[in-house]
């Protein structure tokens, strides 16, 4: 099972670019597929973007466009590049993994992100 770190969040202005992290600690890494969730007081917790195992990305209809998911398998990292924010956009975003041999699951600790002018 991974433990996982997030970075990067912060204050930002409508329209400008943020990029978060997500550093993994253990082994095997490049068997699990890793997600970007977030979350806002009050609302359940929605899935952002994920990437397989492959590399293989998929995006909430919502940030379609505007964000990229990557992973770095000899790093341990994965990243969520985020352009065009919107004040919607404002939520602690966590770091997801799945290890398909395993189904076992781990979350970061979450890192807030605020867009606001």
């Known amino acids: 099972q991974l433990q996982l770190v997030e970075s990067g969040g912060g204050l930002v202005q409508p329209g400008e670019p943020l990029t978060l992290s997500c550093a993994a600690a253990?082994?095997?890494?490049?068997?699990?597929?890793m997600r970007w969730y977030r979350q806002v007081p009050g609302k359940q917790r929605e899935l952002v973007a994920s990437?397989?195992?492959?590399?293989?990305?998929n995006y909430a209809n919502f940030v379609k466009g505007r964000f990229t998911i990557s992973r770095d398998n000899a790093l341990k990292l994965v990243y969520l590049q985020m352009n065009g924010l919107k004040s919607e956009d404002t939520a602690v975003y966590y770091c997801?993994?799945?290890?398909?041999?395993?189904?076992?699951?781990?979350w970061g600790q979450g890192t807030q992100v605020t867009v606001s002018s």
């Open positions: 253990g082994r095997n890494f490049e068997r699990n597929v």
């Open positions: 997801n993994s799945l290890d398909l041999a395993t189904m076992s699951i781990s």
């Open positions: 990437v397989s195992t492959g590399e293989e990305t």
